[in-house]
């Protein structure tokens, strides 16, 4: 048995590389992020691809170990080419962010040394860094020192954490569920609704609640409707608030929504994942006058502070609610609980063993300074509002005035189907692959969307979109 051992051990120790090793893929690695932050300019925002990355399959997984230059060409051909490079300035679509360069320096260092983050007990540090950012974005919003939360791997997840915990918070119990309602606009993101699935409440009455030309909500029409509802002897449940929502970017009227919310005893929840982050800014923040009254928010560092995918963030008012829902014990966890002088992750998540993910934003905010996150998003306002006015020149129709850096806009020809002719824009500027538009459909009518949120879109790029409209049209 020990010379099996031995024998087994020896193949086992190639996992771990000796140093030289280590400074070969180290140096390998890192010229081809080199390359790839190097060659911007060159890079296109959407390759139309052949294969879309098909030949992966050609490289298959195998006992035999291969070389990390082989490895990194598989990377580059069949997942860093083909299709959508978020990572690119002239990223309009959907909502970018574009991934700073600091994310990977802490993601590297929490891959590295593999610290537990998960609870007090086995790295105090590194759960007081996280709750230290979550205090700081509770900070941000306006909520009190006693609220906290949790960072999640993105807004879908802190949406439903935010739905289990109110669904728990207000004493829902499953017999309830068809009599619970729910209020929103049609304009809220649709992972609210998949969260709403998932935590059990598909049978639940949802209500939505007319909007303005702006499309944001008519709180009279919320109050109305809630009135209306506990006359028939309903459980109005939640409000949803969208503080920047996907299609056009529209604040709702927060305040009047939670002083609603209040006094009907509804819980107020709100979906920043994309606009939260502009409150850093003083010049922006009174849009979000109200958001802190509401009982939970969900907001998205890999949106608003430009972090590379993988983190958002749930915040919550009542911290003891988010426990309530998600702590349990397990007798092979009786050492972990002894200790805990600062609320522990896996006890305010659905998460045991976790991404070290505060580490790549704090590492990220240490590095560079709140400063320039808050003079990015200042200037992606202003880069909207100046691609609004500029559009119109061409003699495109826009949609509402933005509330942050979301606009619509579309072309109507003299002759001929506006959709079509919109989406015959949408796909040639697909076609030319510089920059990438998305599109949308309100009441009927195709918008195009201008969504600025990468860092790396400066003045430059936007100037870019405009030239390449003007010449399609
Ligand atoms: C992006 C987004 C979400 C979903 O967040 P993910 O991080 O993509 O899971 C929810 N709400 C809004 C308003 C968003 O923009």
Redo the contacts with the bound molecule.
């Keep these: 048995m020990v010379n099996r051992i031995k024998a087994l051990e020896v193949i086992s120790q190639k996992l771990e590389p000796l140093g030289s090793q280590r400074s070969h893929w180290n140096s390998t690695v890192q010229n081809y992020a080199d390359n790839f932050l190097d060659d911007f300019n060159q890079h296109t925002t959407y390759v139309v691809s052949e294969t879309m990355g098909k030949e992966i399959y050609d490289f298959p997984i195998e006992e035999k170990a291969k070389p990390i230059e082989e490895v990194l060409k598989c990377l580059k051909d069949n997942v860093d080419t083909p299709n959508l490079n978020p990572a690119s300035g002239g990223h309009f679509g959907?909502?970018p962010g574009g991934g700073v360069f600091t994310t990977a320096l802490g993601d590297y260092l929490a891959a590295v040394t593999n610290r537990y983050a998960g609870i007090f007990f086995a790295c105090p540090g590194g759960v007081r860094m996280e709750n230290m950012l979550l205090r700081w974005m509770c900070n941000m919003v306006g909520y009190p020192s006693s609220a906290l939360g949790n960072l999640t791997?993105?807004?879908?997840?802190?949406?439903l954490s935010a739905i289990t915990t109110a669904r728990d918070a207000m004493g829902i119990k499953s017999k309830d569920i068809d009599r619970c309602v729910i209020y929103m606009t049609g304009q809220?993101?649709h992972?609210?609704q998949k969260s709403l699935r998932i935590a059990g409440m598909r049978e639940s009455i949802v209500r939505y609640i007319p909007m303005d030309e702006h499309y944001k909500m008519i709180p009279n029409k919320l109050s109305l409707q809630i009135a209306e509802d506990k006359a028939n002897g309903l459980l109005p449940f939640i409000v949803f608030g969208?503080?920047?929502?996907?299609d056009t970017g529209a604040i709702d009227p927060l305040e009047s929504i939670g002083i609603i919310a209040k006094e009907n005893d509804l819980w107020f929840h709100v979906?920043?994942?994309?606009?939260g982050f502009f409150m850093l800014s003083d010049t922006y923040k009174p849009v979000f006058k109200g958001v802190e009254l509401s009982d939970s928010i969900?907001i998205?560092p890999?949106?608003g502070l430009f972090l590379s995918?993988g983190i958002?963030a749930i915040l919550i008012k009542n911290t003891k609610a988010l426990y309530q829902t998600h702590h349990y014990t397990a007798n092979y966890m009786q050492d972990a609980f002894t200790l805990d002088e600062d609320p522990s992750p896996a006890d305010l998540s659905p998460e045991l063993t976790k991404h070290f993910r505060g580490l790549r934003m704090w590492i990220s905010l240490q590095l560079l300074g709140v400063a320039p996150f808050r003079a990015a998003l200042e200037e992606k306002i202003l880069l909207c509002q100046y691609f609004y006015k500029e559009v119109q020149k061409l003699g495109f129709e826009v949609g509402p005035e933005p509330d942050l850096s979301i606009a619509i806009f579309r072309y109507v020809p003299k002759i001929g189907n506006a959709n079509t002719f919109n989406q015959r824009i949408v796909a040639q500027i697909m076609q030319d692959g510089r920059i990438f538009l998305s599109s949308t459909t309100l009441d009927g009518v195709y918008w195009i969307r201008f969504a600025v949120l990468s860092f790396r879109t400066h003045l430059e790029q936007v100037d870019l979109a405009l030239r390449l409209l003007k010449k399609l049209v």
């Excluded at 979906?271 to 606009?275: E, F, L, N």
């Design positions: 959907y909502i791997s993105g807004g879908s997840i802190a949406n809220l993101h992972c609210v969208s503080a920047g929502t996907t979906d920043a994942a994309y606009g969900a998205d890999h949106k995918y958002g």
